[in-house]
Nanobody, 122 residues
Framework: QVHLAESGGGSVQAGGSLRLACAYSGFPPRTNVMGWFRQAPGKEREAVAVIYSEDGATRYADSVKGRFTISQDNALQMNSLKPEDTAMYYC????????????????????WGQGTQVTVSS
């Protein structure tokens, strides 16, 4: 049974840093794509960053480029945090292909964690 579990969320002031981790089990550790999405109250779930297991290639949302870094173990290092980064952050795994959506489409991912809250105060 596939299981994803996020950790590392919390409350920080603007300009601070957090590191999110995603523990996973139940499927081969090197699934094709793993990544992070986030969802703020009243907003749709949006992509933050993904990493491709085959070659380590990464993709980032424009809003986090230069501030966030995703690593091969699917950890997400978040620096220079802003209040607009406040959201529930979800770990995602197994991209099901373009017929379901692009890399940044939450509907294209099969497995999800329960989320970890990140709150950034100004």
């Amino acid at each position: 049974q596939v299981h994803l579990a996020e950790s590392g969320g919390g409350s920080v002031q603007a300009g601070g840093s957090l590191r999110l981790a995603c523990a996973y089990s139940g499927f081969p550790p090197r699934t094709n794509v793993m990544g992070w999405f986030r969802q703020a109250p009243g907003k749709e779930r949006e992509a933050v960053a993904v990493i491709y297991s085959e070659d380590g290639a990464t993709r980032y949302a424009d809003s986090v480029k230069g501030r966030f870094t995703i690593s091969q173990d699917n950890a997400l290092q978040m620096n220079s945090l802003k209040p607009e980064d406040t959201a529930m952050y979800y770990c995602a795994a197994l991209y099901m292909g373009p017929s379901y959506g692009g890399w940044d489409d939450s509907r294209a991912y099969r497995y999800w964690g329960q989320g970890t809250q990140v709150t950034v105060s100004s």
